[in-house]
């Protein structure tokens, strides 16, 4: 049977290091793809982290999953001027080689297998067994989720905890069309759920500062730091703008001042990445631009709140940091959990696709908030078909 099966070349000595950019690039864009060919676009993509996700449902339910936005909500949306939100364009480009290898691992998998790329467990709540079985694309370790219940596990701890999942992925016996398992964890001032590891201050202290090059090097050492406990992907940087500090997640904010944000989001997603010859080599990691979008500008400064500025607002104060993320490359946008007059970040279609997706150039893929699905009219936690 060997021979039927697609092995992605991930060309690794030993974990992690030695993973390389065609590998991730290829999971990257097998994940987008995934995505778009199931539910009609990326913007659907890993329809959120959640720690009591159960990938059996996104299975039973993918042949009548919908688009995120079609929601009874809709009708209420501002109307969005699409054409007089900013451009901007990824430096990265797509590689014509790997684009043909990844519609060739599309056609040879099936809706199930598609599904399971676009779904991602904390990982307490799946075996590795249960990552080949479901074809799962990527895993996340949540706040406190440590090896073990031993919050001051060890950097060989985690490389034990993780790679029995990875193993998984890329098994041959186990899996007919293999894509390597990618792994997020929340490294938003330093890999900061590892004991041990380098903190940074709060975003609200660095902003303080005006210096993006000091914001680089901080990327830099937690993409370091990340990859020496084998994980490949960063939850960060938050790019909120905070306009009200009655919002308890201010300090999460570089700034009220939409330049300091944004040459701070520039910074970090560069040094998180890489650039040129250094782009996700094996000292850099998969950065996450977050929370898209207005996640700053709630109403009376309720957290998940309702955002009430105008489309003239959102657009030159809060959408400031996701144009200089894409131009600086980041391959993934995490949606908010606020609404925006009503709707929900992550059921507004015209916002995370025809904009972010559309007019903003962003190529990367979009990730779900923390089951923030689940707050979508008509949906709950473990079903939004």
Not at 75 to 103: C, F, Y
Not at 233 to 245: E, G, L
Not at 327 to 334: F, K, Y
Not at 359 to 379: E, K, L, R, S, T
């Amino acid at each position: 049977m060997n021979e039927h099966k697609e092995v992605v070349g991930f060309g690794r000595s030993s974990w992690p290091a030695e993973k390389t950019l065609r590998a991730v690039s290829i999971a990257l864009g097998t994940l987008i793809a995934a995505a778009e060919s199931v539910f009609g676009s990326a913007t659907a993509l890993l329809v959120g982290i959640s720690l009591a996700m159960n990938p059996f449902c996104f299975q039973a339910k993918a042949g009548k999953a919908r688009l995120f936005g079609a929601t009874e909500s809709d009708d209420h949306t501002p109307v969005v001027h699409v054409n007089q939100w900013p451009e901007s364009k990824s430096p990265i480009g797509l590689d014509a080689k790997i684009e043909m290898r990844i519609d060739g691992l599309l056609k040879r998998m099936t809706v199930g297998e598609k599904v399971g790329q676009v779904v991602q467990p904390e990982w307490k709540s799946i075996s590795p067994a249960e990552v080949a079985q479901y074809h799962i694309g990527s895993i996340e370790n949540g706040g406190g989720a440590v090896p073990g219940g031993n919050k001051h596990s060890s950097v060989q701890d985690w490389v034990n905890l993780i790679e029995p999942y990875y193993d998984a992925s890329v098994d041959p016996a186990r899996n007919r069309v293999i894509v390597p398992l990618i792994w997020a964890s929340d490294a938003v001032h330093g890999h900061n759920n590892v004991y041990g590891a380098t903190l940074f201050p709060h975003n609200i202290g660095l902003g303080a500062a005006h210096n993006p090059d000091l914001i680089r090097r901080i990327g830099e050492v937690t993409a370091a730091e990340m990859r020496s406990t084998g994980m490949d992907w960063s939850f960060s940087p938050t790019i909120a703008v905070a306009r009200d500090d009655r919002w308890g997640r201010t300090y999460e904010s570089y700034s009220e001042d939409p330049k300091i944000v944004a040459q701070y989001a520039a910074a970090f997603v560069t040094g998180l990445e890489g650039s040129g010859s250094t782009f996700l080599n094996k000292d850099h990691v998969i950065s996450t631009a977050k929370h898209f979008l207005g996640d700053g500008s709630t109403d009376g400064g309720r957290d998940q709140g309702d955002s009430l500025v105008s489309e003239a607002d959102l657009i030159r104060l809060h959408a400031a940091g996701y144009t200089q993320a894409i131009d600086a490359g980041t391959q993934s946008i995490m949606a908010s959990y606020n609404s925006w007059h009503g709707v929900k970040m992550h059921a507004n279609k015209v916002l995370m696709t025809d904009v972010l997706k559309g007019q903003m150039g962003f190529d990367g893929f979009v990730i779900g908030d923390w089951n923030a699905h689940g707050q979508i009219p008509g949906c709950t936690k473990a079903d939004c078909a």
